[in-house]
């Protein structure tokens, strides 16, 4: 099921009426989507602490220097060479592990979407460079897991804080209690007011 559908976005409003505010506002948010697989991960590993914007240019620039965005072909590429793509020492690293668990067949993209949430974060956390917030946006745009709160994601928090009273973590993490069983849309309504409000395009 997709995360954003009529009958859950009923019933989330029904919760807290921030988000028939949003509705109200800028509409329904879109069903943010990707493919399961390496590619859609790698590009959450180059994500990680930069805009989207950024994160886009580095993934084209390495794309483009591949003949094929695979990792036996990540783990050809050399330190320069990464370099070169605007890939930084610390995320060069993150790909490669990523792309020697998969080769070596300690993890599979492709089973993910039978195994549990838990199994899930546990799989992919076990990846150096994989924590949390990756963990999350693989879970909600590649698998559309149903109530994923990413609380290490920045836009997300200061977009609650903007709306809500809830300012600390904990207020927060108590707030989207609130939110079961649809957090994840209750997050891409969130992200759709942050983007909106700043006349930003969604990916």
């Known amino acids: 099921m997709n995360i954003v559908n009529p009958l859950s976005i009923e019933q989330l409003i029904n919760k807290d009426q921030i988000f028939a505010f949003i509705k109200d506002k800028y509409g329904i948010p879109p069903n943010w989507f990707r493919p399961q697989g390496f590619i859609s991960l790698s590009k959450m590993i180059l994500e990680q602490q930069v805009s989207l914007a950024s994160a886009n240019a580095h993934f084209v620039k390495l794309n483009s220097f591949l003949d094929e965005f695979t990792p036996s072909n990540i783990l050809k590429l050399t330190d320069d060479e990464m370099r070169t793509c605007q890939i930084s020492r610390q995320k060069a690293t993150y790909l490669r592990a990523?792309?020697?668990?998969?080769?070596?067949?300690?993890?599979?993209?492709?089973?993910?979407?039978?195994?549990?949430?838990?199994?899930?974060?546990?799989?992919?956390?076990?990846?150096?460079?994989?924590?949390?917030?990756?963990?999350?946006?693989?879970?909600?745009?590649?698998?559309?897991?149903?109530?994923?709160?990413?609380?290490?994601?920045?836009?997300?928090?200061?977009?609650?804080?903007?709306?809500?009273?809830?300012?600390?973590?904990?207020?927060?993490?108590?707030?989207?209690?609130?939110?079961?069983?649809?957090?994840?849309?209750?997050?891409?309504?969130?992200?759709?007011?942050?983007?909106?409000?700043?006349?930003?395009?969604?990916?």
Request: charged content about 25%; some cysteine; overall charge negative.
């Open 98 to 203: 990523l792309s020697t668990a998969i080769i070596n067949g300690d993890l599979d993209l492709d089973g993910l979407a039978e195994l549990t949430e838990t199994d899930v974060r546990v799989q992919l956390t076990s990846i150096k460079g994989i924590g949390n917030w990756t963990t999350d946006i693989y879970l909600m745009f590649c698998l559309q897991s149903q109530d994923i709160f990413p609380i290490g994601d920045i836009a997300l928090v200061n977009t609650v804080k903007e709306l809500t009273t809830a300012k600390t973590t904990e207020e927060i993490m108590l707030l989207a209690e609130k939110w079961r069983p649809y957090r994840s849309m209750a997050v891409y309504f969130l992200w759709h007011y942050y983007l909106k409000k700043r006349n930003r395009l969604s990916e």
